[in-house]
């Protein structure tokens, strides 16, 4: 059997590219089973790959004058579903079993997922093309209600990614 594959990215596939550049922001922390609450800043840092099919975000936090929390996020249009999805890697841990998943409505794209944990939404909100804002909430598993994990408004510091490894 022969695969047929897109050889050339889409407009879904382009529109992440909102992400790319590097960012910077300050962030609200709620408190959790993983931080105390507080203040933090952030920088990301996004470049599209291969060719626009996906973009990866580099995300650093830092509180206090140090490092707090770090992630790799990788992006991606998925054609057969006509989902985004969102694979993230971070200080935590856990192994993502299943990518975030969810759409563009408008200047916002919203992406869910759940784990034996619990359930993340993660929105952003595009407020224009050099300002963005983020909000994480956890519901944990068995419940129904939703907690803020960070929260934070970002802007655009370059439209070239730099180097957060």
């Known amino acids: ?44 840092s996004g470049e599209a790959l291969f060719g626009g099919f996906f973009l990866e975000q580099r995300y650093r936090q830092t509180r206090d004058g140090a490092v707090s929390f770090e992630a790799r996020n990788v992006f991606g249009f998925d054609a057969s579903d006509k989902t985004y999805k969102l694979y993230q890697f971070d200080t935590a841990g856990f192994a993502p079993p299943v990518p975030a998943s969810g759409e563009w409505n408008g200047n916002e794209l919203v992406l869910m997922k759940t784990s034996p944990r619990g359930s993340q939404r993660t929105v952003f909100t595009f407020e224009n093309e050099d300002c963005y804002r983020m909000g994480v909430s956890f519901s944990p598993a068995g419940s129904d209600t939703w907690q803020e994990v960070v929260s934070g408004v970002y802007r655009r510091a370059s439209p070239t990614s730099s180097n957060l490894s």
């Open 1 to 44: 059997m022969i695969m047929a594959f897109q050889s050339t990215p889409s407009a879904a596939h382009f529109r992440l590219n909102a992400f790319a550049g590097v960012w910077e922001g300050d962030e609200r922390v709620a408190a959790s089973a993983w931080t105390s609450e507080g203040k933090a800043s952030a920088e990301f």
